[in-house]
């Protein structure tokens, strides 16, 4: 065959030159039905196959957002139910018969049960309701079956709310909502051939139209303390980063984490890195293995005594994410406590903020911290002995190696010093992959691996202070964090864990010491993950080589932080202080009068726009007066209250008989688009096509 220059080539044709052909058909087979979406006209049948993929993709968003909190098999059969349905739609094959539907329907209801012991409650009666709409959809044979998966799928699309609030949560709970209403829409028009694109802009008016009410309901609506829906096992479920105890190991495990423990915004320039030191559980047990907190005490804890250079205060906000944990972080040390709504708040007399109850939900709190202190200097001699304690038959070699610093070493503050110049000379490394350590761990790590992370320095550094009769305890908690440069947020997360260690001088009172930093200051000075990227490795969440995944990264973190600080930190106290500012002292009763009378006005408002928009921008009534306007100039006496017949009547016995003919087949085409079945939501096309027929049109006065 010849080519675009006249040369004429020969075309090899093999046994399998058909091949190419049968696939491209069968992929346009197989695709055709997904082209219904766009398809201006179309049969009734189409219409409901296209109908049935737009719900089927409505529940897949339904569905999704679950798939994090459901069991493994409940999320399968889920799968596996909606490709089913979908293979149905796509290949016009019938339904399942009931004989098949109903041992299915008790094997789902019995697999719940199984699970939970019951098919109430959140995470049952979420699970069950799921498996029940997938069900229905594959025996959906009436239009109400339509309507029992639409109205189930909006109730489920709430309680994935109360998984989570992320914003990509609530984008595809408005997707679902668009899709949801897009097939309301369609099964309330069935005998309409409206095309997809005026039913999606239908679609957006709607949910327009909706943003002003929800504004109202958010801002007025009163907020509820605590999570607006839990069961008792959701208290032991979900605990995420540090816990009550600290072994070998567990700390090092929340390196491989990217999530984000909390998030701070101080005023004014932040602190340098290394002071950054956010306090959490302290640990005073020690059974040869793991820390855990202080078992109990020789007598009654003396009040917590906090003694700050006023110079050095910083102020900071706080937006810790739920852990199911009752502590709170913040800085050493600090000034005053933070106000949590309706939880009380306290600090032990180890300095960590307690809360009254499991924080379950994100909360913001304010907070204002000495970085410069003294605490607890006047400890008297029963109360440090509680930090002395170790356990018999352990470490053998750490003891022996106390005491060989005991005898070059003068006072507890010699010791530290001698202990840490240990460290300092003796060939340690600080590794992010430590190795496994048996019962002697304290021996094993000063003595045979001498590589850790931040709990085995920890660990061993107190460990030989007890053993050289220096107060000492093991503190953990978060060490520096990752300025965001878009929104000025610093975040921590769950990779900054850390651990350190605190030793009682005598007139200076407890003093952090972190034998990490004389091993590796770049854990301190740089954080985590900017220590890890040097090192090869990349965090999940962390520090990225490439500038521009790292750019990508700091917009995603920034837009969420805005979504949880101007949305879902929206408190109870919040509310109250922005109804203060416009004058107003709300309470229960206020707020539920003052919600329904601005609901009222939004409501009349809405139909009032409503109804004037309808008026004004009537298609066919525009045309209607038009047409009007036409007959008027060439003469023809007319009247907004006549309808068409009428002004056929009147045009018929005024003009020449060719344009009364025109006039009349114009009329009727007004009337019969008018007052047809679905004749509110007229195609756009028919409309122009109609109106530039009444431009086109030039009546003349004559006999009749």
Not at 257 to 285: H, M, Q
Request: hydrophobic share 45%; charged share 20%.
């Amino acid at each position: 065959m010849p080519d675009r220059f006249g040369v004429v080539h020969r075309v090899a044709v093999s046994a399998n030159a058909p091949l190419p052909l049968t696939l491209r058909t069968r992929l346009a087979r197989f695709f055709a039905p997904f082209s219904l979406l766009f398809a201006p006209q179309m049969s009734s049948a189409a219409r409901e196959r296209r109908d049935m993929l737009v719900l089927l993709l409505a529940v897949t968003f339904v569905v999704v957002p679950h798939f994090e909190h459901l069991i493994w098999w409940a999320t399968a059969v889920l799968v596996l139910l909606l490709i089913w349905r979908a293979f149905l739609t796509l290949t016009q094959r019938p339904t399942p018969s009931r004989l098949l539907m109903m041992p299915l329907l008790m094997a789902a209801g019995a697999a719940v049960y199984l699970q939970y012991r019951t098919v109430v409650g959140q995470q049952a009666g979420v699970t069950f309701l799921l498996l029940l709409m997938a069900l229905k959809l594959l025996e959906m044979r009436a239009r109400r079956d339509i309507f029992v998966v639409i109205f189930l799928s909006f109730f489920i699309l709430l309680t994935q709310f109360l998984n989570g609030q992320e914003i990509h949560v609530a984008v595809m709970a408005l997707m679902a909502v668009a899709a949801l209403f897009f097939v309301l829409i369609s099964v309330n028009l069935d005998d309409t051939d409206l095309p997809a694109g005026r039913k999606f802009k239908m679609v957006g008016l709607t949910l327009l139209k909706a943003i002003p009410l929800t504004a109202v309901l958010f801002v007025l609506f009163p907020r509820i303390s605590g999570p607006l829906w839990g069961t008792p096992g959701d208290t032991t479920t979900g605990n995420t980063g540090l816990s009550n105890s600290m072994a070998p190991g567990s700390i090092s495990r929340l390196l491989e984490s990217g999530e984000i423990a909390f998030r701070v915004r101080f005023e004014g320039a932040p602190p340098s890195n290394d002071k950054l030191y956010w306090r959490g559980p302290v640990f005073g047990t020690f059974t040869g293995r793991a820390w855990g907190p202080l078992l109990q005490r020789q007598q009654d804890p003396p009040p917590i005594s906090i003694k700050g250079d006023a110079r050095s205060i910083v102020s900071y906000s706080v937006t810790l994410e739920p852990n199911n944990r009752d502590w709170l972080f913040a800085l050493e040390a600090p000034v005053a406590l933070p106000v949590l709504g309706d939880f009380s708040v306290r600090i032990t007399p180890e300095m960590r903020i307690i809360t009254s109850d499991l924080v379950r939900q994100r909360v913001r709190y304010d907070m204002r911290s000495y970085t410069s202190y003294r605490f607890n200097v006047e400890a008297n001699e029963s109360e440090r002995r509680n930090w002395l304690d170790l356990p018999p038959t352990y470490n053998p070699r750490s003891l022996q190696l106390a005491e060989e610093i005991r005898s070059r070493s003068g006072n507890d503050a010699d010791r530290v010093r001698a202990t840490l110049d240990h460290l300092r000379r003796g060939g340690y490394a600080y590794t992010l992959s430590p190795p496994r350590l048996g019962r002697n761990s304290i021996d094993e790590f000063l003595f045979d691996t001498r590589q850790g992370y931040c709990e085995h320095y920890s660990s061993a550094f107190v460990f030989l202070m007890r053993a050289l009769d220096v107060p000492a305890r093991v503190v953990t908690g978060y060490q520096g964090g990752e300025l965001n440069p878009v929104d000025g947020f610093i975040t921590v997360r769950q990779s900054d864990a850390h651990a350190w260690s605190e030793v009682w001088l005598q007139g200076r009172g407890w003093v952090r010491v972190d034998p990490t930093a004389i091993v590796a200051p770049a854990r301190i000075d740089q954080g985590a993950s900017e220590l890890a990227r040097q090192s090869g490795i990349t965090l999940p969440g962390g520090a990225s080589s490439f500038t521009w995944l790292r750019s990508l990264r700091f917009n995603w973190e920034a837009v969420q932080n805005s979504w949880n600080q101007w949305v879902l930190s929206y408190s109870q106290d919040r509310q109250r202080d922005l109804l203060g500012l416009l004058g107003l002292t709300p309470n229960w009763e206020s707020l539920a009068l003052m919600l329904a009378v601005i609901v009222a006005i939004v409501l009349a408002a809405m139909a009032g726009i409503s109804l004037r928009s309808r008026t004004e921008r009537d298609p066919l009534g525009e045309a209607f007066r038009l047409l009007r306007d036409r007959l008027d100039r060439a003469g023809v006496t007319t009247a907004e209250h006549l309808g068409p017949r009428e002004l056929y009547a009147r045009s018929k016995r005024m003009l020449v008989p060719d344009d009364a003919k025109h006039a009349r087949k114009l009329l009727s085409r007004i009337e019969r688009m008018r007052y047809s079945r679905g004749s509110q939501d007229v195609v756009r096309a028919d409309v122009r096509a109609l109106r530039r027929a009444i431009r086109e049109f030039r009546p003349r006065v004559g006999a009749a």
